[in-house]
């Protein structure tokens, strides 16, 4: 009878440790939802602030990352979103001084909440999908109306450059007017 129960009381403890060996070896699922499926349409720069641009360091890696946010699933967004903080602070520290004025300072700090909002979601142990995609257009949208400031900037720059240039060939337009009445006085004057 002792070596019954004490058979039983084994059999009994080796089910009880493989329920616990199999809970433990049940394979994580994996997020296979695809984040972002519409692609946002962004501001495409003019010519002449793509040049401008293209000389800032950093800032074509932050465009490639920050308006590739679509059909990305959760380890692809989790990788872009660290990228995209990274582009961001270097971004910041490395603003040109044509550009370094408080309004696109502020989109950039605007778009390191956005971004790090939607990090912060996707590290979470309950992923809500419609948070997530709700974080990817309004970073998607903080990221176009950087780009729009950009423009705006740059375009006031150049209106206001044409205007010095307009106004320097006004001056010198008058200056040969006076110049020529000039002579012609001074040709009245003298002695025949």
């Given amino acids: 009878m002792k070596h019954l129960f004490l058979f039983v009381f084994i059999v009994f403890l080796s089910c009880g440790e493989t329920s616990q060996e199999q809970e433990n070896t049940v394979p994580e699922q994996k997020d296979t939802l695809r984040y972002g499926m519409t692609q946002y349409t962004f501001s495409k720069p003019d010519a002449a602030i793509a040049e401008?641009?293209?000389?800032?360091?950093?800032?074509?890696?932050?465009?490639?990352?920050?308006?590739?946010?679509?059909?990305?699933?959760?380890?692809?967004?989790?990788?872009?979103?660290?990228k995209?903080?990274?582009?961001?602070?270097?971004?910041?520290?490395?603003?040109?001084?044509?550009?370094?004025?408080?309004?696109?300072?502020?989109?950039?700090a605007i778009?390191?909440?956005?971004?790090?909002?939607?990090?912060?979601?996707?590290?979470?142990?309950?992923?809500?999908?419609?948070?997530?995609?709700?974080?990817?257009e309004e970073n998607n949208i903080a990221v176009n109306n950087f780009f729009v400031q950009i423009?705006?900037?740059?375009?006031?720059?150049?209106?206001?450059?044409?205007?010095i240039e307009n106004e320097k060939k006004e001056l010198e337009k008058q200056k040969r007017y006076l110049d020529s009445?000039?002579?012609?006085e001074l040709q009245d004057q003298k002695p025949e």
């Avoid at 308006?67 to 872009?80: A, F, P, R, V, Y």
């Avoid at 423009?151 to 205007?163: A, I, P, S």
């Fill in 52 to 82: 401008v641009l293209e000389n800032w360091n950093f800032y074509q890696d932050f465009n490639d990352e920050a308006t590739s946010l679509h059909q990305l699933d959760l380890e692809q967004l989790k990788i872009k979103t660290e």
């Fill in 84 to 108: 995209l903080l990274a582009h961001t602070d270097s971004l910041m520290t490395k603003v040109p001084d044509t550009l370094n004025t408080f309004s696109i300072k502020s989109r950039l």
């Fill in 111 to 136: 778009i390191k909440t956005r971004t790090e909002l939607l990090r912060l979601e996707c590290q979470k142990n309950t992923i809500d999908a419609q948070k997530i995609d709700d974080y990817i």
């Fill in 151 to 163: 423009q705006e900037k740059l375009r006031k720059d150049g209106y206001d450059l044409q205007q």
């Fill in 181 to 184: 009445i000039r002579q012609l």
